[in-house]
Structure formats: structure tokens, C-alpha cells
């Protein structure tokens, strides 16, 4: 399979999963890049999939309904008046030709909010970024936590396909938080220059997340002696907590 990314709006990745020149489009932001992409590709879409309600994962969704108008739409049912004709929720396996995905859960953006799964790769939406988390607007810290947890137990290998380039801001705060991290001052440098050159840094892979993303290592001590946590086996959610307000501060 060939995985298309595709740069929308200011910082949005739609994602299209082509295969045998049939493909599936992930939280279209904007038809107008979908539609073009898919046409120089001579690509024909089975599905769209939604991960959550917001204008900027949903915007594009009657554009490329007006050109295809049978395509079944997959989403939660907070998208139902965002264009979904197919709601699902967690456990249901969404399958479509040669695609089959599994549907999880990822609540904490937004009550609602779900990932697609399907081997190697991990459509999460606001979920997890790389070196970061998405805001809570709707759920809470708990739900967040949980969400990130599901998506960690996943293999190593998956291929973290987050909608927003925030790598090098999500990096600076982690830096921030933690300057003796080598693993994360290198993957700063790293990102800098790539974001210097307009190079997009997503997907990326799970296994590496662990390394650079704080918001996966809240088990780590000596972060959380940076974070002036000085209780012995503090709640990892509370570490997760105080993390993402943190950030919301940064």
C-alpha cells in the first residue's frame, strides 16, 4: 500500500491509503488537494474517514461528496452532521475491498474522537502527535491518558499518521521541559532542520515516539524529578496531567 500525504489549510495532513488504484481519504480538511492528488494519481476513492468532528478534518467532506456522491463516509457520531452515512464506534471493523480497519476509541480532543487502525498505520487524528498530545476540549485529562495508552500498547512498528505538522513546537516544549534528554535534543536539531527545508516529519514510527515524546514516558523518573514530582510511584495520569497543562501554558 502507498500512503499520500497530503498538506491542507496551515498545518493539516489529510491522508490518503491507495492501493491497486483504489484508496481511502482520512479527515479531509479541503477537498480542492484531495481531488487533485487523486486525479493525477488516477486514484478512485471507496471511503472517507472521519476521526472527529472539527471544521479541519471535515471540511472537505461535501467537495469530494459533489464529485463522488456514493462514497460511504466512516466516523463517530459526532460527525454524523459533519457527512458520516456510516457511524461507528469502538470494536466495529470498518472493511471496504482490500482495506479493513480496526475502530479504537481515542476520546480526550473530543468526546467522540476515534482512530482507524489497520496495520501498520494509525489514523489518531488530534489524538498524538509526534513529540506531543492533542488539547482536551471536550473530555478530560483521565480520558486523554487512556486514549494514549491504547495507542502505546500498539506494535512498535505502527506509523503514528497525525493530522497537524507540530513536531518542532511540541519538540521546543519537551526541550524545555527536559534539556538533558540527549534523545530529544538531538531529534530538535534533527526536526529543525527539516522544518528549515519545508520537510514534513509525520508519519512517524510508534517505537520512536517512545524515545522523544514526553506524553508517552510519564513512568520516567527523572522526568518526573524535572516536573517537581518528588512522591514515589506518583499516578501516572496526574504526571499526564500536569504535562499537558503545562503545555497549554507554553
Not at 527545508?197 to 522526568?223: G, M
Request: contains cysteine.
Amino acid at each position: 500500500m502507498e500512503l499520500i500525504r497530503v498538506p491542507a489549510l496551515n498545518d493539516n495532513y489529510i491522508w490518503v491509503l491507495a492501493d491497486n488504484q483504489q484508496c481511502i481519504i482520512v479527515d479531509p480538511a479541503e477537498a480542492e488537494p484531495v481531488l487533485e492528488i487523486i486525479t493525477a494519481q488516477h486514484l478512485t476513492p471507496v471511503a472517507i474517514l472521519l476521526t472527529h468532528h472539527h471544521n479541519d478534518h471535515t471540511g472537505g467532506v461535501k467537495g469530494i461528496l459533489n464529485k463522488f456522491t456514493s462514497l460511504p463516509v466512516f466516523g463517530p457520531k459526532e460527525t454524523e452532521n459533519k457527512g458520516a452515512t456510516e457511524l461507528v464506534e469502538e470494536g466495529d471493523t470498518v472493511i471496504i475491498n482490500q482495506f479493513k480497519f480496526q475502530v479504537i476509541a481515542l476520546s480526550g480532543h473530543t468526546l467522540g474522537h476515534i482512530g482507524f487502525y489497520q496495520a501498520p498505520y494509525l489514523f489518531c487524528g488530534d489524538t498524538l502527535f509526534s513529540a506531543g498530545c492533542g488539547r482536551i476540549f471536550e473530555g478530560t485529562p483521565e480520558q486523554m491518558w487512556q486514549s494514549i495508552q491504547k495507542i502505546a500498547a500498539l506494535p512498535d512498528e505502527t506509523l503514528i499518521c497525525c493530522a497537524h505538522e507540530y513536531t518542532l513546537s511540541n519538540l521546543k516544549f519537551a526541550h524545555h521541559i527536559w534539556p538533558e534528554n540527549e534523545a530529544i535534543t538531538q531529534y530538535l536539531q534533527k526536526i529543525t532542520q527539516m522544518r528549515d527545508k519545508h520537510q514534513a516529519t509525520v508519519p512517524t514510527l510508534l517505537k520512536d515516539e517512545k524515545k522523544i515524546n514526553i506524553f508517552l514516558q510519564c513512568d520516567n523518573q527523572q522526568l518526573q524529578k524535572k516536573l517537581e514530582i518528588n512522591m514515589q510511584n506518583p499516578p501516572l495520569r496526574a504526571v499526564f496531567t500536569l504535562l499537558r497543562q503545562l503545555k497549554d501554558q507554553f
